[in-house]
């Protein structure tokens, strides 16, 4: 049975570090509703090159498996790509980010 992968709290960002790493939104992900992670960060260093990070706790970094990690990236570049297309429309319709994943996800599980 595939892991459950609910990324919640999405907040859209726009800041890039004097390394040249793009943040573009921070984010909580829920792990089959039992164990939620606050505060990662979903970064861009270029061109199809997207990346989480972790949060920083104050008794250390969170490490997370490679598998995990682009599973939870993939989620949160959807959460992230449908987030922006409704704050991008110039018709600015009354839809949620929300809605748009999930049907964007109902039209992927269809195909």
Do not use: W
């Not at 990690?69 to 319709?93: G, M, T, W």
């Amino acid at each position: 049975m595939p892991m459950s992968i609910t990324i919640t709290g999405l907040k859209t960002v726009d800041y890039t570090t004097k390394t040249g790493t793009r943040f573009l939104a921070k984010f909580d992900v829920q792990l089959d509703g039992l164990l939620t992670l606050p505060g990662l960060s979903l970064v861009h260093k270029d061109v199809s090159n997207y990346h989480v990070l972790p949060p920083e706790l104050a008794a250390g970094q969170v490490r997370l498996c490679k598998t995990l990690r682009q599973a939870i990236c993939h989620q949160a570049l959807v959460a992230y790509n449908a987030f922006r297309e409704v704050q991008d429309s110039p018709h600015k319709p009354e839809l949620s980010a929300a809605v748009a994943l999930v049907r964007e996800l109902e039209q992927r599980d269809a195909a």
